[in-house]
């Protein structure tokens, strides 16, 4: 099982996750992060440590948000997501974005 980052992260892109990360597992995009799910460990260290509750194990995943399985998987070989191990200041808006809800339609895929 692999932990999976939903749709609350998106604009928000808080880091506090990234430095729990025993094995260096995130990957960061222009506005989102997602887990590699070949490199997580399944730890949980990182659940905690996420303030819009936007990590949840690949099992336990909301029904709505389940499509995020596969956007992680898939974004965390996209070469120009590259792995974040150390946390960043989050964007000077990150708290707004926090309560918008339906952002998928934002996330930058950087394709």
Known sequence: MAYVITESCINCKYTDCVD????DCF???PNFLVIDP??????TLCVAE??????????????SQRHFIA???ELSKNPKWQ?????????????????????????????
Request: proline letters at 12%; glycine letters at 4%; aromatic letters at 4%.
């Open 20 to 23: 729990v990360c025993p094995v």
């Open 38 to 43: 070949d490199e997580c460990i399944d730890c």
């Open 50 to 63: 996420c303030p819009v509750e936007a990590i949840f194990p690949d099992g336990e995943v909301p029904e």
């Open 71 to 73: 956007l992680n998987a």
């Open 27 to 29: 990957r960061e995009g």
């Open 83 to 111: 792995p974040i191990t150390m946390k960043k200041d989050a964007p000077p808006d990150a708290d707004h974005w926090a309560t918008v809800k339906d952002k998928l339609h934002l996330l930058d895929r950087q394709d």
